[in-house]
């Protein structure tokens, strides 16, 4: 089983996969849009992987931090969570957020993701509520601009600004994660004014 990676990126593709050179054979992974947009051509690179493995195929599974991996894991554990519903997760939630979301039972949050309905979300919460936990995390608390927490802080502000639930969620899926919160809250600003337009 494969379990880290250190290489070169050769490539990158929009659909989330990058191609890594390790002593000379490339390895395809497949990323969260927030490790994708790091991973530049000609770097070296270190990645943690989980190394999936079913009947008729075998995918790799990258991530910048251990902490992602292992949530990664604890994710496809869970009962009705495949691995493309857990990156997707850990695409829009880092590791600490959804230790956060999960501690705090906010299905709202979960709903962000899409495929995750509300009746999704509850199970999620239920199921998650004793595998989570802050002691699970390595990672120092994250700063204002990465780009799960950045957008936790646009939902509030757009919450406080008297938006409804509805709204800012639709707005928030249609957001580009990578930009920092401020950049985030013009951009929702300026679809929910075309929306009500």
Known sequence: MIGSLRG?????SQSGTVLIEVAGVG???SVTPSTLAELEPTVQTYLYIHHHVREDAQTLYAFA????RDIFETLIATHGIGPSMALAILSVHSPRALVDIIATSDAVSLT???GVGKKTAERILIELKDK???NDLSMPA???????TSVGNVREALVGLGYAQEEIRDVL???DTSLQAEQLLRE?????GAYRA
């Open 112 to 114: 962000l993701v899409s």
């Open 8 to 12: 070169v990126v050769l490539e990158r």
């Open 27 to 29: 390895y395809v992974c």
């Open 65 to 68: 931090t251990r902490d992602e």
């Open 142 to 148: 994250l700063n204002g601009d990465h780009p799960s």
């Open 173 to 175: 899926r249609n957001l």
């Open 132 to 134: 989570l936990s802050l």
């Open 188 to 192: 929702a600003l300026a679809m929910l």
